[in-house]
Protein backbone atom coordinates (compact mmCIF):
# COMPACT_ATOMS: atom_id res chain seq x y z
CA UNK A 1 0.00 0.00 0.00
CA UNK A 2 2.99 2.15 0.72
CA UNK A 3 4.37 2.05 -2.70
CA UNK A 4 1.30 2.38 -4.59
CA UNK A 5 1.47 5.82 -2.19
CA UNK A 6 4.95 6.61 -2.68
CA UNK A 7 4.82 5.50 -6.84
CA UNK A 8 1.40 7.76 -6.83
CA UNK A 9 3.22 10.92 -6.15
CA UNK A 10 4.91 11.96 -9.06
CA UNK A 11 1.78 11.55 -10.98
CA UNK A 12 -0.15 13.89 -8.55
CA UNK A 13 2.68 16.42 -8.72
CA UNK A 14 2.58 16.19 -12.55
CA UNK A 15 -1.07 16.63 -12.79
CA UNK A 16 -1.02 19.38 -9.87
CA UNK A 17 1.08 21.33 -12.17
CA UNK A 18 0.03 20.37 -15.76
CA UNK A 19 -3.36 21.53 -13.73
CA UNK A 20 -2.18 25.02 -12.20
CA UNK A 21 -1.03 25.61 -15.96
CA UNK A 22 -3.82 25.30 -17.45
CA UNK A 23 -5.38 26.78 -14.42
CA UNK A 24 -3.41 30.19 -15.43
CA UNK A 25 -4.38 29.79 -19.01
CA UNK A 26 -8.08 29.71 -18.11
CA UNK A 27 -7.95 32.47 -16.08
CA UNK A 28 -6.51 34.82 -18.50
CA UNK A 29 -9.35 33.48 -20.86
CA UNK A 30 -12.16 34.10 -18.76
CA UNK A 31 -10.15 37.75 -18.22
CA UNK A 32 -10.69 38.38 -21.44
CA UNK A 33 -14.28 37.02 -22.32
CA UNK A 34 -15.48 38.20 -18.56
CA UNK A 35 -16.35 35.08 -17.71
CA UNK A 36 -16.78 33.60 -14.37
CA UNK A 37 -14.72 31.34 -12.53
CA UNK A 38 -16.67 28.45 -11.29
CA UNK A 39 -13.84 26.57 -10.51
CA UNK A 40 -16.05 23.41 -9.30
CA UNK A 41 -13.57 20.79 -10.31
CA UNK A 42 -10.44 19.72 -12.13
CA UNK A 43 -12.10 18.15 -15.18
CA UNK A 44 -13.96 21.90 -15.76
CA UNK A 45 -11.24 23.77 -16.08
CA UNK A 46 -9.71 20.84 -18.03
CA UNK A 47 -12.90 21.03 -20.25
CA UNK A 48 -13.46 24.57 -20.77
CA UNK A 49 -10.28 25.85 -22.79
CA UNK A 50 -10.82 23.36 -25.37
CA UNK A 51 -14.63 24.41 -25.28
CA UNK A 52 -13.72 27.40 -25.78
CA UNK A 53 -13.23 26.89 -29.65
CA UNK A 54 -14.95 23.61 -30.14
CA UNK A 55 -18.04 24.98 -31.88
CA UNK A 56 -15.84 26.77 -34.53
CA UNK A 57 -14.05 23.10 -35.33
CA UNK A 58 -17.85 21.89 -36.53
CA UNK A 59 -18.19 22.02 -40.04
CA UNK A 60 -21.14 24.27 -41.05
CA UNK A 61 -23.08 21.56 -41.69
CA UNK A 62 -23.05 20.29 -38.13
CA UNK A 63 -23.92 23.71 -36.92
CA UNK A 64 -26.41 24.53 -39.48
CA UNK A 65 -28.55 22.02 -38.68
CA UNK A 66 -28.06 20.85 -34.96
CA UNK A 67 -30.13 22.19 -32.54
CA UNK A 68 -30.01 20.99 -28.60
CA UNK A 69 -33.80 19.50 -27.19
CA UNK A 70 -35.28 18.30 -24.26
CA UNK A 71 -36.01 14.99 -24.95
CA UNK A 72 -38.33 12.73 -22.20
CA UNK A 73 -38.55 9.16 -21.94
CA UNK A 74 -40.70 7.12 -19.23
CA UNK A 75 -37.82 7.12 -16.75
CA UNK A 76 -36.12 10.43 -17.24
CA UNK A 77 -35.92 13.97 -18.83
CA UNK A 78 -32.92 15.36 -20.44
CA UNK A 79 -33.22 18.88 -20.87
CA UNK A 80 -30.08 19.55 -23.20
CA UNK A 81 -29.39 16.49 -25.71
CA UNK A 82 -27.64 18.00 -29.22
CA UNK A 83 -29.19 16.33 -32.21
CA UNK A 84 -28.11 16.77 -35.77
CA UNK A 85 -31.26 16.03 -38.22
CA UNK A 86 -31.00 17.29 -41.89
CA UNK A 87 -33.60 15.73 -44.35
CA UNK A 88 -31.96 15.15 -47.85
CA UNK A 89 -32.56 17.88 -50.00
CA UNK A 90 -33.57 16.23 -52.74
CA UNK A 91 -36.55 14.04 -51.33
CA UNK A 92 -39.20 15.60 -52.78
CA UNK A 93 -38.59 14.09 -56.24
CA UNK A 94 -37.03 10.84 -55.65
CA UNK A 95 -38.73 7.29 -54.58
CA UNK A 96 -40.80 8.39 -51.46
CA UNK A 97 -39.44 7.02 -47.87
CA UNK A 98 -35.99 7.09 -48.11
CA UNK A 99 -34.38 5.68 -44.71
CA UNK A 100 -33.57 7.49 -42.07
CA UNK A 101 -29.87 7.11 -41.05
CA UNK A 102 -29.30 7.46 -37.47
CA UNK A 103 -24.95 7.76 -36.50
CA UNK A 104 -24.74 6.99 -32.74
CA UNK A 105 -20.79 7.88 -31.35
CA UNK A 106 -19.33 5.52 -28.63
CA UNK A 107 -17.72 5.89 -25.19
CA UNK A 108 -16.23 9.04 -24.77
CA UNK A 109 -17.42 10.01 -28.58
CA UNK A 110 -19.74 12.79 -29.71
CA UNK A 111 -21.71 13.21 -33.46
CA UNK A 112 -18.40 15.44 -34.39
CA UNK A 113 -16.42 11.95 -35.17
CA UNK A 114 -18.93 11.32 -37.74
CA UNK A 115 -18.61 14.79 -39.64
CA UNK A 116 -17.02 13.48 -42.81
CA UNK A 117 -19.20 10.84 -43.36
CA UNK A 118 -22.42 12.53 -42.55
CA UNK A 119 -21.05 15.35 -45.46
CA UNK A 120 -21.22 12.52 -47.85
CA UNK A 121 -24.20 10.55 -46.41
CA UNK A 122 -26.65 14.13 -46.51
CA UNK A 123 -26.56 13.63 -50.13
CA UNK A 124 -27.83 10.26 -49.82
CA UNK A 125 -30.80 9.95 -47.54
CA UNK A 126 -31.77 11.85 -44.36
CA UNK A 127 -29.43 12.02 -41.71
CA UNK A 128 -29.94 12.11 -37.97
CA UNK A 129 -26.97 12.17 -35.36
CA UNK A 130 -26.89 12.64 -31.58
CA UNK A 131 -25.26 13.50 -29.03
CA UNK A 132 -25.65 11.14 -26.14
CA UNK A 133 -26.54 13.49 -22.71
CA UNK A 134 -23.06 15.15 -21.39
CA UNK A 135 -21.19 14.34 -24.77
CA UNK A 136 -20.22 16.84 -27.33
CA UNK A 137 -19.52 20.62 -26.48
CA UNK A 138 -22.51 21.67 -26.41
CA UNK A 139 -24.93 18.65 -24.78
CA UNK A 140 -25.64 19.49 -21.28
CA UNK A 141 -24.53 16.65 -18.76
CA UNK A 142 -28.66 16.34 -17.03
CA UNK A 143 -29.53 14.50 -15.03
CA UNK A 144 -26.82 13.42 -12.94
CA UNK A 145 -28.23 10.42 -11.78
CA UNK A 146 -25.87 7.00 -12.40
CA UNK A 147 -28.68 5.41 -13.49
CA UNK A 148 -29.88 7.77 -16.56
CA UNK A 149 -26.44 6.64 -18.32
CA UNK A 150 -27.17 3.02 -18.37
CA UNK A 151 -27.64 1.24 -21.29
CA UNK A 152 -31.68 0.54 -21.29
CA UNK A 153 -31.73 4.24 -20.80
CA UNK A 154 -29.70 5.20 -23.62
CA UNK A 155 -31.34 3.46 -25.95
CA UNK A 156 -34.72 4.29 -24.73
CA UNK A 157 -33.21 7.98 -24.95
CA UNK A 158 -32.29 7.57 -28.73
CA UNK A 159 -35.76 5.71 -29.81
CA UNK A 160 -37.75 9.03 -28.10
CA UNK A 161 -35.51 10.89 -30.69
CA UNK A 162 -35.50 8.58 -33.46
CA UNK A 163 -39.25 8.30 -33.74
CA UNK A 164 -39.83 11.89 -33.15
CA UNK A 165 -38.07 12.55 -36.67
CA UNK A 166 -39.89 9.05 -38.49
CA UNK A 167 -42.52 9.03 -40.85
CA UNK A 168 -45.19 6.39 -41.38
CA UNK A 169 -43.70 3.63 -42.34
CA UNK A 170 -40.39 5.09 -42.85
CA UNK A 171 -37.46 2.70 -41.66
CA UNK A 172 -34.18 3.33 -40.59
CA UNK A 173 -30.28 2.43 -41.12
CA UNK A 174 -28.33 2.58 -37.35
CA UNK A 175 -24.18 3.59 -38.02
CA UNK A 176 -22.48 3.19 -34.58
CA UNK A 177 -19.14 3.26 -33.48
CA UNK A 178 -17.87 1.32 -30.67
CA UNK A 179 -20.24 1.77 -27.52
CA UNK A 180 -22.82 3.20 -30.36
CA UNK A 181 -22.83 -0.45 -31.89
CA UNK A 182 -23.91 -1.86 -28.51
CA UNK A 183 -26.63 0.86 -28.53
CA UNK A 184 -27.77 -0.03 -32.07
CA UNK A 185 -27.94 -3.59 -31.29
CA UNK A 186 -29.63 -3.03 -28.02
CA UNK A 187 -32.10 -1.26 -30.10
CA UNK A 188 -32.90 -3.74 -33.13
CA UNK A 189 -32.61 -7.56 -31.90
CA UNK A 190 -35.67 -9.24 -31.46
CA UNK A 191 -37.90 -7.05 -28.57
CA UNK A 192 -35.80 -4.08 -29.69
CA UNK A 193 -37.63 -0.68 -29.47
CA UNK A 194 -36.52 -0.39 -33.15
CA UNK A 195 -36.73 -3.63 -34.10
CA UNK A 196 -39.67 -3.48 -36.72
CA UNK A 197 -38.31 -0.61 -38.30
CA UNK A 198 -34.44 -0.89 -39.04
CA UNK A 199 -33.62 -2.12 -42.38
CA UNK A 200 -29.64 -1.78 -41.62
CA UNK A 201 -26.82 -2.02 -39.51
CA UNK A 202 -23.59 -0.62 -39.76
CA UNK A 203 -21.11 -1.58 -36.64
CA UNK A 204 -17.58 0.24 -36.78
CA UNK A 205 -15.10 -1.02 -34.38
CA UNK A 206 -17.34 -3.17 -32.40
CA UNK A 207 -16.77 -4.79 -28.79
CA UNK A 208 -17.79 -8.14 -28.40
CA UNK A 209 -16.98 -9.28 -25.12
CA UNK A 210 -15.13 -7.86 -21.92
CA UNK A 211 -11.85 -9.47 -20.72
CA UNK A 212 -11.29 -10.46 -17.27
CA UNK A 213 -8.88 -8.22 -17.12
CA UNK A 214 -10.56 -5.57 -18.87
CA UNK A 215 -13.30 -5.78 -16.35
CA UNK A 216 -10.54 -5.06 -13.63
CA UNK A 217 -9.17 -2.40 -15.07
CA UNK A 218 -12.50 -0.47 -15.16
CA UNK A 219 -13.14 -1.16 -11.68
CA UNK A 220 -10.60 0.11 -10.35
CA UNK A 221 -10.92 3.18 -13.20
CA UNK A 222 -14.56 3.86 -11.08
CA UNK A 223 -12.80 3.43 -7.24
CA UNK A 224 -10.84 6.08 -8.03
CA UNK A 225 -12.45 9.18 -6.62
CA UNK A 226 -13.21 11.70 -9.85
CA UNK A 227 -10.38 14.29 -9.28
CA UNK A 228 -8.01 11.51 -8.83
CA UNK A 229 -9.56 10.42 -12.14
CA UNK A 230 -8.76 13.67 -14.05
CA UNK A 231 -5.82 14.05 -12.52
CA UNK A 232 -4.16 10.68 -13.94
CA UNK A 233 -6.03 12.11 -17.67
CA UNK A 234 -4.00 15.15 -17.46
CA UNK A 235 -1.29 12.98 -17.37
CA UNK A 236 -2.00 10.75 -20.08
CA UNK A 237 -2.30 13.58 -22.23
CA UNK A 238 0.84 15.13 -21.65
CA UNK A 239 2.64 15.40 -24.79
CA UNK A 240 -0.30 16.74 -26.81
CA UNK A 241 -0.71 14.59 -30.04
CA UNK A 242 1.91 12.64 -29.37
CA UNK A 243 0.43 11.48 -25.46
CA UNK A 244 -0.68 8.39 -24.89
CA UNK A 245 -4.04 9.30 -24.69
CA UNK A 246 -4.24 10.04 -28.41
CA UNK A 247 -2.08 7.28 -29.64
CA UNK A 248 -3.98 4.65 -28.24
CA UNK A 249 -7.19 6.09 -30.64
CA UNK A 250 -5.30 6.48 -34.20
CA UNK A 251 -3.22 4.83 -36.34
CA UNK A 252 0.70 5.06 -36.37
CA UNK A 253 0.72 6.88 -39.40
CA UNK A 254 -2.20 9.44 -39.07
CA UNK A 255 -1.75 13.10 -39.90
CA UNK A 256 -1.39 15.90 -37.45
CA UNK A 257 -4.79 17.31 -38.42
CA UNK A 258 -6.23 13.82 -37.49
CA UNK A 259 -4.04 13.67 -34.02
CA UNK A 260 -5.68 17.27 -33.03
CA UNK A 261 -8.98 16.40 -33.76
CA UNK A 262 -8.25 13.16 -31.36
CA UNK A 263 -7.39 15.47 -28.85
CA UNK A 264 -9.99 17.46 -29.18
CA UNK A 265 -12.81 14.48 -28.34
CA UNK A 266 -10.37 13.84 -25.67
CA UNK A 267 -10.45 17.10 -24.27
CA UNK A 268 -14.50 17.74 -24.51
CA UNK A 269 -14.76 14.23 -22.85
CA UNK A 270 -16.87 15.00 -19.64
CA UNK A 271 -14.95 12.65 -16.68
CA UNK A 272 -18.36 12.12 -14.51
CA UNK A 273 -19.89 11.09 -18.05
CA UNK A 274 -17.85 8.67 -19.03
CA UNK A 275 -17.37 7.29 -15.64
CA UNK A 276 -21.57 7.08 -15.55
CA UNK A 277 -21.54 4.99 -18.99
CA UNK A 278 -18.49 3.01 -18.47
CA UNK A 279 -20.74 2.02 -15.23
CA UNK A 280 -24.19 1.31 -16.82
CA UNK A 281 -22.52 -0.27 -20.22
CA UNK A 282 -23.93 -3.58 -21.38
CA UNK A 283 -22.91 -5.45 -24.63
CA UNK A 284 -25.27 -7.60 -26.57
CA UNK A 285 -25.21 -11.26 -26.14
CA UNK A 286 -24.14 -13.33 -28.67
CA UNK A 287 -27.85 -14.38 -28.90
CA UNK A 288 -29.15 -10.29 -29.08
CA UNK A 289 -26.39 -9.59 -32.40
CA UNK A 290 -27.84 -13.11 -34.16
CA UNK A 291 -31.34 -12.09 -33.84
CA UNK A 292 -31.17 -9.09 -35.89
CA UNK A 293 -32.88 -9.25 -38.87
CA UNK A 294 -31.36 -6.98 -41.32
CA UNK A 295 -28.59 -6.36 -43.33
CA UNK A 296 -24.78 -5.88 -41.21
CA UNK A 297 -22.02 -4.55 -41.92
CA UNK A 298 -19.21 -4.99 -39.68
CA UNK A 299 -16.30 -3.16 -39.77
CA UNK A 300 -12.92 -3.04 -38.02
CA UNK A 301 -9.52 -1.04 -38.44
CA UNK A 302 -5.99 -3.06 -38.26
CA UNK A 303 -4.22 -1.16 -35.96
CA UNK A 304 -7.01 -0.51 -33.50
CA UNK A 305 -5.93 -0.25 -29.82
CA UNK A 306 -9.16 -0.12 -28.46
CA UNK A 307 -11.64 -2.57 -30.10
CA UNK A 308 -9.19 -4.85 -32.02
CA UNK A 309 -10.09 -6.82 -35.32
CA UNK A 310 -10.49 -9.83 -33.15
CA UNK A 311 -13.38 -8.64 -31.85
CA UNK A 312 -15.28 -8.35 -35.33
CA UNK A 313 -14.18 -11.52 -36.32
CA UNK A 314 -15.85 -13.47 -32.80
CA UNK A 315 -18.81 -11.23 -33.70
CA UNK A 316 -18.37 -12.29 -37.46
CA UNK A 317 -17.85 -16.31 -36.47
CA UNK A 318 -21.45 -15.96 -34.49
CA UNK A 319 -22.97 -15.76 -37.98
CA UNK A 320 -21.27 -18.46 -39.36
CA UNK A 321 -23.80 -20.69 -41.64
CA UNK A 322 -21.58 -24.08 -40.66
CA UNK A 323 -21.91 -22.98 -36.97
CA UNK A 324 -25.71 -22.48 -37.52
CA UNK A 325 -26.93 -24.46 -39.53
CA UNK A 326 -27.58 -22.40 -42.52
CA UNK A 327 -25.62 -21.58 -46.03
CA UNK A 328 -23.21 -19.10 -47.25
CA UNK A 329 -24.47 -16.29 -49.03
CA UNK A 330 -21.91 -15.23 -52.05
CA UNK A 331 -23.93 -13.37 -53.96
CA UNK A 332 -25.78 -9.86 -53.29
CA UNK A 333 -29.50 -8.82 -53.75
CA UNK A 334 -30.62 -7.24 -56.98
CA UNK A 335 -27.28 -7.48 -58.69
CA UNK A 336 -23.46 -6.32 -57.87
CA UNK A 337 -22.14 -2.86 -57.17
CA UNK A 338 -20.69 -2.52 -60.76
CA UNK A 339 -24.32 -3.70 -62.45
CA UNK A 340 -25.54 -0.43 -64.56
CA UNK A 341 -28.98 0.61 -62.82
CA UNK A 342 -32.02 -0.25 -65.35
CA UNK A 343 -33.14 2.08 -68.35
CA UNK A 344 -36.56 2.37 -66.69
CA UNK A 345 -34.91 4.17 -62.53
CA UNK A 346 -37.66 2.14 -60.73
CA UNK A 347 -36.65 1.21 -57.56
CA UNK A 348 -35.84 -2.30 -56.30
CA UNK A 349 -37.77 -3.61 -53.40
CA UNK A 350 -36.06 -2.76 -50.09
CA UNK A 351 -33.60 -5.62 -49.69
CA UNK A 352 -34.00 -7.05 -46.20
CA UNK A 353 -33.33 -10.62 -46.42
CA UNK A 354 -29.85 -10.72 -43.35
CA UNK A 355 -26.76 -10.42 -44.52
CA UNK A 356 -23.47 -10.20 -42.74
CA UNK A 357 -20.72 -8.72 -44.20
CA UNK A 358 -17.08 -7.71 -42.70
CA UNK A 359 -13.64 -5.79 -43.62
CA UNK A 360 -10.95 -5.06 -42.07
CA UNK A 361 -9.63 -1.56 -42.88
CA UNK A 362 -5.86 -1.06 -43.15
CA UNK A 363 -3.40 1.29 -41.48
CA UNK A 364 -6.00 3.00 -38.68
CA UNK A 365 -7.10 2.63 -35.58
CA UNK A 366 -9.87 3.14 -33.40
CA UNK A 367 -10.58 6.75 -34.90
CA UNK A 368 -11.07 5.16 -38.63
CA UNK A 369 -13.97 7.27 -39.64
CA UNK A 370 -12.13 10.70 -39.48
CA UNK A 371 -8.71 8.95 -40.62
CA UNK A 372 -9.88 7.30 -43.82
CA UNK A 373 -13.21 8.64 -44.54
CA UNK A 374 -12.97 8.12 -48.06
CA UNK A 375 -12.41 4.44 -48.10
CA UNK A 376 -15.63 3.82 -45.15
CA UNK A 377 -17.89 6.06 -46.84
CA UNK A 378 -16.98 4.12 -50.05
CA UNK A 379 -17.83 0.88 -48.24
CA UNK A 380 -20.40 1.87 -46.22
CA UNK A 381 -22.13 3.65 -49.46
CA UNK A 382 -21.90 0.38 -51.36
CA UNK A 383 -23.23 -1.72 -48.68
CA UNK A 384 -26.18 0.50 -48.36
CA UNK A 385 -27.02 0.48 -52.11
CA UNK A 386 -25.97 -3.02 -52.72
CA UNK A 387 -27.79 -4.28 -49.71
CA UNK A 388 -30.65 -2.17 -48.47
CA UNK A 389 -32.16 -0.31 -51.00
CA UNK A 390 -30.36 0.83 -54.83
CA UNK A 391 -32.21 4.47 -53.61
CA UNK A 392 -29.03 4.92 -51.42
CA UNK A 393 -26.54 5.18 -54.54
CA UNK A 394 -26.09 8.55 -55.12
CA UNK A 395 -25.24 7.47 -58.98
CA UNK A 396 -28.52 5.75 -58.77
CA UNK A 397 -30.08 9.13 -57.38
CA UNK A 398 -27.88 11.55 -60.32
CA UNK A 399 -28.94 9.78 -62.91
CA UNK A 400 -32.65 9.62 -61.41
CA UNK A 401 -32.56 12.92 -61.89
CA UNK A 402 -30.92 12.97 -64.81
CA UNK A 403 -31.37 16.45 -67.16
CA UNK A 404 -30.85 17.00 -70.88
CA UNK A 405 -27.13 17.98 -71.11
CA UNK A 406 -27.71 20.17 -73.51
CA UNK A 407 -30.91 22.44 -71.55
CA UNK A 408 -30.37 26.00 -71.87
CA UNK A 409 -28.52 25.91 -68.46
CA UNK A 410 -26.46 22.89 -68.89
CA UNK A 411 -25.11 24.57 -72.61
CA UNK A 412 -24.29 27.62 -70.35
CA UNK A 413 -22.35 25.76 -67.53
CA UNK A 414 -20.46 23.81 -70.81
CA UNK A 415 -20.24 26.73 -72.23
CA UNK A 416 -18.08 28.34 -69.30
CA UNK A 417 -15.84 25.63 -68.38
CA UNK A 418 -12.29 25.25 -68.89
CA UNK A 419 -12.11 23.86 -72.95
CA UNK A 420 -8.88 21.83 -72.87
CA UNK A 421 -6.23 21.49 -69.59
CA UNK A 422 -2.82 21.41 -69.37
CA UNK A 423 -1.28 18.60 -69.52
CA UNK A 424 -2.08 16.19 -66.43
CA UNK A 425 1.08 15.74 -64.03
CA UNK A 426 2.26 16.54 -60.70
CA UNK A 427 5.38 15.39 -57.73
CA UNK A 428 5.17 12.20 -56.60
CA UNK A 429 7.75 12.54 -54.06
CA UNK A 430 6.74 15.92 -52.43
CA UNK A 431 7.50 19.10 -53.71
CA UNK A 432 11.29 18.45 -54.05
CA UNK A 433 10.77 15.77 -57.40
CA UNK A 434 10.64 14.28 -59.43
CA UNK A 435 7.39 16.12 -61.38
CA UNK A 436 5.87 12.99 -63.45
CA UNK A 437 4.01 13.75 -66.61
CA UNK A 438 0.89 12.09 -67.74
CA UNK A 439 0.23 11.00 -71.04
CA UNK A 440 -2.91 13.01 -70.72
CA UNK A 441 -5.16 16.49 -71.10
CA UNK A 442 -8.73 16.26 -70.11
CA UNK A 443 -11.64 18.17 -71.53
CA UNK A 444 -14.98 19.14 -72.22
CA UNK A 445 -16.45 17.33 -75.06
CA UNK A 446 -16.35 18.59 -78.56
CA UNK A 447 -19.38 20.28 -80.40
CA UNK A 448 -19.21 20.37 -84.28
CA UNK A 449 -20.06 24.14 -85.06
CA UNK A 450 -19.01 25.44 -81.46
CA UNK A 451 -18.48 29.49 -82.20
CA UNK A 452 -15.96 29.31 -79.69
CA UNK A 453 -13.47 27.43 -81.52
CA UNK A 454 -13.72 23.93 -79.47
CA UNK A 455 -15.04 22.04 -82.30
CA UNK A 456 -13.23 19.14 -84.19
CA UNK A 457 -12.50 21.37 -86.94
CA UNK A 458 -10.80 23.91 -85.33
CA UNK A 459 -9.50 21.32 -82.49
CA UNK A 460 -6.05 19.84 -83.96
CA UNK A 461 -4.74 23.43 -84.48
CA UNK A 462 -4.66 24.43 -81.59
CA UNK A 463 -3.64 21.56 -79.68
CA UNK A 464 -1.04 20.15 -82.52
CA UNK A 465 0.46 17.99 -79.45
CA UNK A 466 -2.77 15.79 -79.15
CA UNK A 467 -2.69 12.51 -81.53
CA UNK A 468 -5.41 10.58 -79.92
CA UNK A 469 -9.14 11.46 -78.26
CA UNK A 470 -10.49 9.07 -76.15
CA UNK A 471 -14.68 9.90 -75.70
CA UNK A 472 -15.92 7.93 -72.67
CA UNK A 473 -19.54 9.28 -73.24
CA UNK A 474 -22.55 7.11 -73.25
CA UNK A 475 -24.31 8.57 -76.43
CA UNK A 476 -22.83 9.29 -79.76
CA UNK A 477 -21.26 12.26 -79.33
CA UNK A 478 -22.39 16.10 -80.47
CA UNK A 479 -19.43 16.30 -83.32
CA UNK A 480 -18.27 13.81 -86.46
CA UNK A 481 -15.18 12.52 -84.97
CA UNK A 482 -14.06 12.23 -88.98
CA UNK A 483 -13.42 15.65 -89.42
CA UNK A 484 -11.13 15.50 -86.74
CA UNK A 485 -8.95 15.51 -89.53
CA UNK A 486 -5.62 12.73 -90.21
CA UNK A 487 -3.60 14.01 -87.12
CA UNK A 488 -6.14 12.56 -84.43
CA UNK A 489 -7.31 9.55 -84.69
CA UNK A 490 -10.67 8.56 -82.44
CA UNK A 491 -11.36 6.21 -79.48
CA UNK A 492 -14.75 5.25 -78.66
CA UNK A 493 -15.15 3.98 -75.14
CA UNK A 494 -18.47 4.40 -73.96
CA UNK A 495 -19.28 4.37 -69.87
CA UNK A 496 -22.63 5.71 -67.93
CA UNK A 497 -22.29 9.09 -66.10
CA UNK A 498 -22.68 9.75 -62.61
CA UNK A 499 -21.55 5.77 -62.25
CA UNK A 500 -18.06 5.47 -61.51
CA UNK A 501 -16.57 2.87 -64.06
CA UNK A 502 -15.84 -0.58 -63.03
CA UNK A 503 -13.08 -2.15 -62.63
CA UNK A 504 -13.31 -4.02 -65.87
CA UNK A 505 -13.70 -0.56 -67.61
CA UNK A 506 -10.26 0.76 -65.39
CA UNK A 507 -8.38 -2.37 -66.70
CA UNK A 508 -10.12 -2.00 -70.91
CA UNK A 509 -9.14 2.10 -70.55
CA UNK A 510 -5.40 1.34 -68.94
CA UNK A 511 -4.84 -1.83 -71.79
CA UNK A 512 -6.08 0.95 -74.19
CA UNK A 513 -3.92 3.57 -72.96
CA UNK A 514 -0.97 1.63 -73.12
CA UNK A 515 -1.73 0.32 -76.96
CA UNK A 516 -1.73 4.02 -77.77
CA UNK A 517 1.62 4.86 -76.01
CA UNK A 518 2.88 2.05 -77.75
CA UNK A 519 2.28 2.59 -81.16
CA UNK A 520 3.08 6.20 -80.78
CA UNK A 521 6.59 4.89 -79.51
CA UNK A 522 5.94 6.28 -75.87
CA UNK A 523 6.71 9.89 -77.47
CA UNK A 524 6.64 12.40 -74.65
CA UNK A 525 5.86 15.28 -77.01
CA UNK A 526 2.61 13.58 -77.65
CA UNK A 527 -0.73 13.36 -75.52
CA UNK A 528 -4.04 11.93 -75.56
CA UNK A 529 -7.19 14.21 -74.90
CA UNK A 530 -9.76 12.08 -72.88
CA UNK A 531 -13.34 13.56 -72.41
CA UNK A 532 -16.89 12.62 -71.18
CA UNK A 533 -19.39 15.48 -71.48
CA UNK A 534 -17.86 18.16 -69.02
CA UNK A 535 -14.74 16.35 -68.42
CA UNK A 536 -14.49 16.12 -64.76
CA UNK A 537 -15.71 12.74 -62.72
CA UNK A 538 -15.48 10.04 -65.46
CA UNK A 539 -12.55 11.76 -67.34
CA UNK A 540 -10.87 12.46 -63.63
CA UNK A 541 -11.75 8.88 -62.46
CA UNK A 542 -10.26 7.00 -65.39
CA UNK A 543 -6.91 9.50 -65.40
CA UNK A 544 -6.65 9.12 -61.48
CA UNK A 545 -6.36 5.42 -62.09
CA UNK A 546 -3.99 5.86 -64.39
CA UNK A 547 -1.26 7.60 -62.54
CA UNK A 548 -1.84 5.41 -59.65
CA UNK A 549 -1.80 2.35 -61.15
CA UNK A 550 1.15 2.84 -63.86
CA UNK A 551 2.65 6.39 -63.28
CA UNK A 552 3.33 5.28 -59.27
CA UNK A 553 1.20 8.14 -57.70
CA UNK A 554 -0.96 7.72 -54.93
CA UNK A 555 -4.80 8.11 -54.59
CA UNK A 556 -4.45 12.05 -53.24
CA UNK A 557 -1.31 12.80 -55.22
CA UNK A 558 -3.50 11.75 -58.50
CA UNK A 559 -6.34 13.44 -57.34
CA UNK A 560 -4.64 16.30 -56.69
CA UNK A 561 -2.86 16.56 -60.21
CA UNK A 562 -6.06 16.43 -61.94
CA UNK A 563 -7.45 18.74 -59.88
CA UNK A 564 -4.42 21.36 -60.25
CA UNK A 565 -4.79 20.89 -64.20
CA UNK A 566 -8.53 20.93 -64.22
CA UNK A 567 -10.11 22.77 -61.08
CA UNK A 568 -12.40 21.93 -59.67
CA UNK A 569 -11.31 18.27 -60.06
CA UNK A 570 -13.22 15.38 -59.52
CA UNK A 571 -17.36 16.67 -58.20
CA UNK A 572 -18.81 13.95 -57.34
CA UNK A 573 -17.59 12.47 -53.82
CA UNK A 574 -18.46 8.92 -54.50
CA UNK A 575 -15.90 8.81 -57.57
CA UNK A 576 -13.70 10.17 -54.88
CA UNK A 577 -14.36 7.39 -52.04
CA UNK A 578 -14.39 4.90 -54.86
CA UNK A 579 -10.89 5.77 -55.97
CA UNK A 580 -9.82 5.83 -52.11
CA UNK A 581 -11.59 2.10 -51.40
CA UNK A 582 -10.31 0.36 -54.95
CA UNK A 583 -6.91 1.25 -53.93
CA UNK A 584 -6.71 1.03 -50.53
CA UNK A 585 -4.12 -1.45 -50.11
CA UNK A 586 -4.44 -4.48 -47.38
CA UNK A 587 -8.33 -3.94 -47.44
CA UNK A 588 -9.32 -7.46 -45.99
CA UNK A 589 -12.93 -8.56 -46.83
CA UNK A 590 -14.57 -11.67 -45.53
CA UNK A 591 -17.12 -14.25 -46.88
CA UNK A 592 -20.70 -12.80 -46.74
CA UNK A 593 -22.73 -14.96 -44.63
Known sequence: MVGAVLCGIPLVYVGLRSLRERRSKEEEVRS??????????VHSNYESLSNASSSVSDSSLLRKHSENISVTTKHYTYPAVRVFYRPHPKASVLPPKLPLLVFLHGL????????????????????????L????????FSPKDWDAYTTSRLVELIAEVVNQKLEDGQQVVLLGHSMGCSLAVTLIAEGGLLADRCAGLIAICPKATVSEKELKTLKTALAFPEFMFDLFRIYDGRGGTTSNSVTRFVGSNSTEKVRKLQLRFNKESRTPVWRRMVNGIRLPTEEEWTSVKCPTYLLAASEDKVCATKEVDLIHSWFDPAKRGGSVSTTSMGGSADSTPSSSLSPSPARTRPVVKKCIIPDAGHGVMYETPQVVSGLIGDFLSEYVTEVLSLGWQLLYLKEDKWLLKNLEKWTRIQSVSPRIGGYIDG???PYVKSPFRAMKTLRQNDPSGHNPVEFSGKWPDVKDAIDISHEQPPYDPETLGDGVRYHKFPTVSKIPPTQDEVASFIELVDSIRKERGYNDNITIACHCHYGFNRTGFFVCCYLIQRLGFNVEQAIKAFKDARPPGIRHPHFINELFERHCLGLVRAPTF
Open 32 to 41: LKGAPDDGHS
Open 108 to 131: GGQMSQFQYLLEFFVHISHTLAID
Open 133 to 140: PGCGPSSE
Open 431 to 433: SGG
